[in-house]
């Protein structure tokens, strides 16, 4: 079964810190570029940050810079998400995400956690 599972969501203060995982499973994860989206009450689900590979680029949201690290530890087939200063607006579901490709059905293929709410709020 090809699946990725969030964890590590709750409930933090402003200015405090926490980190996401993502294990996944059922594809070669060092093959294929990992990222986090997050969907905030009434908006679009958006990017957060991306890491294309093992020591390869990293790609953060402007609203995010200097203060998310996204890293992956391919041993583990596990991506994180290192959130610090966190700030109100930052309360969303956030979901993992791997762009993998099928070779059955010779096409891309996206897989999609079911998400993990952090609610930054005093």
């Known amino acids: 079964q090809v699946q990725v599972v969030e964890s590590g969501g709750g409930l933090v203060q402003p200015g405090g810190s926490l980190r996401l995982s993502c294990a996944a499973s059922?594809?070669?994860?060092?093959?294929?570029?990992m990222s986090w989206y997050r969907q905030a009450p009434g908006k679009e689900r958006e990017l957060v940050a991306a890491?294309?590979?093992?020591?390869?680029?990293?790609n953060y949201a402007d609203s995010v810079k200097g203060r998310f690290t996204i890293s992956r530890d391919d041993a583990k087939n596990t991506v994180y998400l290192q959130m610090n200063n966190l700030k109100p607006e930052d309360t969303a579901v956030y979901y993992c995400n791997a762009k993998t490709y099928s070779y059955v059905q010779e096409r891309d293929l996206e897989v999609w956690g079911q998400g993990t709410l952090v609610t930054v709020s005093s």
């Open positions: 890491v294309i590979s093992a020591g390869g680029s990293l």
């Open positions: 059922g594809f070669t994860f060092n093959r294929y570029p």
